[in-house]
């Protein structure tokens, strides 16, 4: 599991319950590819499209591709948010898979 964190910004609903707008993925460990992905916002159809976005991406390529997918497709918000959670959920595999070559 790889959890990217980013700060909400103000008013916006997600950011009134959670301090820290959050991306957890269930990720297949060699390739980094998320299998289930959520997020920490507030209505179902916002975590949906997360899901959608994100299910098949992999954390090991490029985050440009899907750092546009989501300036392109997502205009809540939260958009900015969604980019720094996933760059620092790509920076979290990144640790985790150096570590594990380490071991």
């Known amino acids: 599991m790889i959890i990217g964190h980013a700060k909400p910004p103000k008013g916006m609903s997600a950011a009134d319950v959670y301090s820290t707008l959050s991306l957890a993925m269930i990720v ?7 299998l289930e ?7 179902e159809s916002a975590r949906d ?6 299910v098949g991406e992999s954390l090991a390529d490029d985050p440009e591709p899907v750092l546009n997918a989501i300036r392109r497709r997502y205009f809540g ?3 900015a948010a969604l980019q720094a959670a ?8 990144q640790r985790a898979r150096q570590l594990g070559q380490g071991s």
């Open 77 to 79: 918000a939260a958009s």
């Open 86 to 93: 996933w760059k620092d959920a790509v920076a979290q595999f």
């Open 37 to 43: 992905a959520s997020g920490s916002l507030v209505t």
């Open 28 to 34: 297949e460990a060699r390739y980094g590819v998320v």
């Open 49 to 54: 499209f997360i899901r959608e976005l994100l």
